[in-house]
């Protein structure tokens, strides 16, 4: 097994794990480890966000893990950089420190090596133009 193909697996293991435990955390609205509808709540968002937080979590993970839907896998990717910006964001106009943001921040990162070092069978093929007669 190549570095790359380490690389990929180990970042892609991590980030997949992330969004099982998030996912499963938000549907059953876990508050004893990570207070996460208190974190909702403080953020100023409805408690059914982490209905829909969830899932997609569940399903990005699923996504990212299965051979072969490469378009289905860039859904995924950027599903979870629009989740992670979006509480890095909400956690710095909330006016929480900047410790707050390093979890997503990991996560992030984790989605950005994933991405790139992703084997070509989970890529998307680019369309060649077609010749115009």
Known sequence: M???AIGFWAATGFLASELVTGGILELFRSN????????INHLGYPIYVLNILGVWKLLGALA???????????WAYAGVMFNMTGAIVSH????????????????????AV??????????????RPRNEA
Do not use: H, N, Y
């Open 2 to 4: 190549s570095k790359r």
């Open 32 to 39: 004893v480890a990570f207070g996460i509808v208190m974190t």
């Open 64 to 74: 990212l893990l299965v051979p072969r839907f490469p378009i289905l896998k860039e």
């Open 92 to 111: 710095l106009c909330s006016g929480d420190s900047v410790t707050k943001v390093l979890a997503p921040l990991m996560v992030l990162a984790a989605t």
């Open 114 to 127: 994933s991405w790139a070092l992703r084997p070509a069978s989970r890529r998307c093929r680019t369309q």
